[in-house]
């Protein structure tokens, strides 16, 4: 796995960097906490970042957010802070694992398969959000598609549905697709 580290203690960094190292794992950065958190994933395209920091900063958790945003991948937070908001905002932005009272090299690699366990998981319920969302509004797309050709064109419901069909078939698109474009030919019209 491709991991970059973000530490401001030298000496942390080299213990996590050999602990990463014999558990087979490629080090492909290691970073300050001051360092553009944004630009060096975008350059070394980790699998997984892990921070050690004491207190995360509001930029460290911007940049963390922009990541989960952007460029989605496990990220694992070690901290000394503890109370329940700057945890809260970590988590809002998108990190896999907060994990305080520092990082030992001996539960590394459990705190790793938690942080991408919950990433995994946390993914496959936004496609499934995202999906839904396409879905609903697919249907209500299709149901006013199929309403201003009954209107328009004197079609009963299943006629609508039929020529709506035909055409999303005929030109190898979606049928929510059709239905939009059919919409927005109306409103222009």
């Known amino acids: ?17 050999d602990a990463l190292r014999t558990a087979g794992h490629q080090v492909v950065g290691r970073l300050d906490p001051a360092a553009d958190l944004t630009a060096a994933v975008d350059r070394l395209q980790p699998d997984i970042v892990l921070i050690d920091v004491d207190n995360p900063s509001r930029d460290t958790l911007e940049s963390l957010g922009q990541i989960s945003r952007e460029r989605p991948r496990p990220i694992v937070l070690f901290a000394k802070a503890s109370d329940p908001d700057t945890i809260r905002r970590a988590v809002a932005a998108g990190v896999s694992a907060y994990v305080v009272d520092g990082m030992s090299p001996a539960r590394l690699a459990p705190v790793i398969e938690v942080a991408i366990a919950r990433f995994r998981d946390y993914q496959a319920l936004r496609e499934e959000l995202n999906s839904t969302r396409l879905k609903l509004a697919d249907r209500r797309d299709i149901e006013r598609a199929k309403g201003l050709l009954m209107k328009r064109k004197g079609l009963d419901e299943d006629a609508a549905f039929a020529a709506l069909r035909n055409l999303a078939m005929d030109r190898n698109l979606r049928l929510g697709d059709v239905a939009r474009s059919l919409i927005a030919a109306a409103e222009l019209l």
């Open 1 to 17: 796995m491709r991991v970059v580290l973000v530490d401001e203690d030298a000496g942390r960094l080299a213990l996590l960097d």
